[in-house]
């Protein structure tokens, strides 16, 4: 009689997938649930101003300290917090010092969103 | 001339939010994000069997630790992690302790799934 199957399942350990890159301002999926990611980066200083007309964003502070400025206001999200950017509003991240964060939002949506330009990073890397 | 608008945004705090009820396997919304629930919850000892037959559904642990058994297997997840369970997958959740703990899944979701049965909690309760 064989004993009860013990398949081995992994949790997603953010600290771990954070020590596999170092690079700034490049979203880093991690998992999928149906047609959401779930995306690691770390952020620091100003990113652009753009807005995302299809979708609204999470963000989770999982270390540091974000700020994202609205045109008519800010929030500042902590490590245990989090927040979630209407989709069409207009607002730009900030970081003083490194902070990392988990984003979530449908597949294919860029960071930059209908804005473009430099600071567009690669969609869909995984790590 | 008038100073720069700074309207009040505010973030969502776990710690708060979960100061605000101390029920176990009752699920409140603290965040919408498009047609998507965030989460918390406290959970405590053992579930019932079930699967959500239309979507996948994440799990971060916040504090605590959470076992989730499936028909082959477990993971555990501990603060830090996450867990994506896929779609029509019978799952188990289970802590030895209280655990706290975010989910998210898509409004109108279900805790019991299709298993239903006198576990099952009111649903689009928002703290």
Known sequence: MQSAPSKP??????SQKFGLFTEQWQPKVVAELNDYQFKIARLEGDFVW???????EAFIVL???LRIDFRDG??????????????GVEHKPYAEREVRLMMIEPRGVVNTGREGGARTAQNDVWV
Do not use: L, Q
Request: aromatic share 10%; hydrophobic share 25%.
């Open 9 to 14: 399942y992994n949790a997603i350990n953010f």
């Open 50 to 56: 753009h807005d995302h007309p299809e979708t609204d």
């Open 63 to 65: 270390d540091g300290e």
């Open 74 to 87: 800010s929030v500042t999200i902590k490590p245990g917090e989090m927040y979630v950017v209407p989709k």
